[in-house]
């Protein structure tokens, strides 16, 4: 199957409510997509649904050619991600965190030490290896989410708002560490935070009310509506 993620035609109900509807779209091996929305457009449940988090009312969805929902554990496996507010223990340290996610994915002995080493040194938090988590900033936090996302090496990185909520100068340390960390992976993203995502991928999916809206290069739609801005609110129903 040619896409490291295939989404073919997913909806997803809750009781009666429609909160995916027949999604299709492929990202290819390597491209870095963002999944654009405003609140309540669905952004969550398509990254559930890859995750395997949910299951889909109908359609189906890939990960490297495994069916989610039919092979779950290999799908899951290719898999790093970032879902909503990261929560980690508060007694743990970072270390100790890393080790007890990397058993967890089957890890051990002196490979998990080692990439623990490499993951805290990426994410900027090697000082802080045996801090524990509880006196961590929320910026700090997020940066131990996007280890335990990478510890695994996995080649498809699917992160829900990795910005959301932290200051200018958190969110400028996630996205250096983003762009040095999807280097050779295929990465997918939501955000609402549209000057991030030009900054940091080339394509994005715009979706509103569960359906998508488009799926372009971001310079296509700036030539089409002048700017990503006016596009996103033009084709979310945003009144300019």
């Known amino acids: ?67 989610v929902a039919e092979e779950r554990e290999r799908a899951v496996s290719m898999v790093g991600a970032i879902l909503e507010t990261p929560e980690f223990y508060p007694f743990f340290t970072p270390d100790e965190t890393l080790n007890y996610l990397g058993r967890l994915r089957k890890m051990h002995g002196r490979e998990l030490r080692h990439r623990i080493k490499e993951v805290l040194k990426l994410v900027g938090l090697e000082r802080w290896a045996n801090v524990r988590v509880e006196k961590f900033s929320r910026g700090m936090k997020q940066r131990l989410a996007l280890a335990q996302a990478l510890l695994h090496d996995p080649p498809i990185l ?27 992976k295929t990465v997918f993203f939501a955000s609402h935070l549209l ?7 080339k394509k994005v999916a715009i979706i509103d009310h569960g359906k998508l809206r488009a799926y372009d290069n971001i310079a296509h739609l700036k030539k089409k509506y ?15």
């Open 158 to 184: 699917i992160l829900d708002e990795p910005s959301l909520g932290l200051d200018p100068r958190g969110m400028m340390e996630v996205r250096e560490i983003l762009k040095e960390a999807r280097k050779g």
């Open 195 to 201: 000057t991030e995502v030009a900054q940091i991928c």
């Open 1 to 67: 199957m040619d896409g490291s993620i295939v989404i073919e035609g997913l909806s997803k109900y809750y009781n009666s409510f429609l909160a995916l509807d027949n999604l299709s779209l492929k990202v290819r091996r390597n491209e870095d997509v963002a999944l654009l929305g405003p609140n309540g457009a669905g952004k969550t449940t398509t990254l559930k649904l890859l995750c395997g988090l949910l299951r889909p009312s109908s359609g189906t969805a890939y990960i490297n050619g495994a069916n």
């Open 226 to 240: 002048r700017s990503l801005e006016r596009a996103y609110l033009k084709l979310t129903e945003v009144t300019i």
